[in-house]
């Protein structure tokens, strides 16, 4: 791992995060502190350097750094919905991302106990997360670090949510302040609810933690 782009457990702000870092070891995630955007695109080049087929789950956090266009400038084949024209093709892509090599995406929410939380609306990206990828890198930004579990369903439900909803226009209750119990299945953004608290597989999975507030 390339120390000068991305590190762990070093003293100032890092320190604060060596709770989160011992508590996702624990769980065979892996965890690293990036220093910058640039720090995190260049760790995920040497995350991916032996993958040619990545699969990307829709983020704003990714988008705000660009990786999808970055791996495909990398030459890299990239399976990424938001590159599709029609639905049948988003269809497609959502196929591919799960049996794509490595899977790059972000999360909900973060506890500093170690579980990772994340809400759905179709479950490709929860899916791929859970089994299939051989490598899922996470790009976590430190506005979705929360307490434990159960603060982090709570952020994913009451903030990631409405935010999303109100990105894609959906005008679903908790888009417009009102709560969960009005919701109908046309207008549901939260179809599905991942709580990941271990892997089963050791190193398969990553995150990379950015000091920035980022995304949803």
Do not use: W
Not at 46 to 55: H, M, N, P, R, S
Not at 78 to 94: G, M, S
Not at 179 to 184: D, F, N
């Amino acid at each position: 791992m390339n120390q000068e782009a991305c590190y762990t457990s070093i003293n100032g702000v890092v320190s604060q995060y060596i709770e989160l870092e011992n508590n996702l070891n624990k769980r065979n995630i892996e965890f690293q502190f990036c220093e910058s955007r640039q720090a995190v695109i260049e760790t995920i080049d040497l995350l991916t350097k032996d993958y040619q087929t990545i699969g990307i789950g829709n983020s704003q956090t990714l988008k705000s750094m660009n990786i999808s266009g970055h791996l495909v400038k990398n030459e890299k084949t990239v399976y990424d919905k938001t590159y599709a024209r029609e639905k049948t093709e988003i269809r497609k892509l959502k196929k591919l991302a799960l049996t794509s090599e490595c899977y790059i995406t972000s999360t909900n929410a973060i506890s500093l106990s170690g579980e990772i939380v994340n809400v759905d609306h179709s479950g490709n990206r929860v899916a791929a997360m859970t089994y299939g990828p051989d490598k899922v890198i996470i790009v976590a930004t430190t506005n979705k670090i929360v307490e434990n579990e159960k603060a982090a369903v709570a952020r994913a439900l009451t903030v990631a949510t409405p935010l999303n909803a109100r990105r894609a226009k959906i005008e679903s209750p908790c888009s417009k302040g009102n709560p969960c119990t009005e919701c109908s299945q046309d207008v549901r953004v939260c179809n599905y609810i991942s709580i990941i608290r271990g892997q089963h597989e050791k190193n398969r999975m990553i995150v990379l933690l950015i000091d920035e507030a980022l995304g949803f």
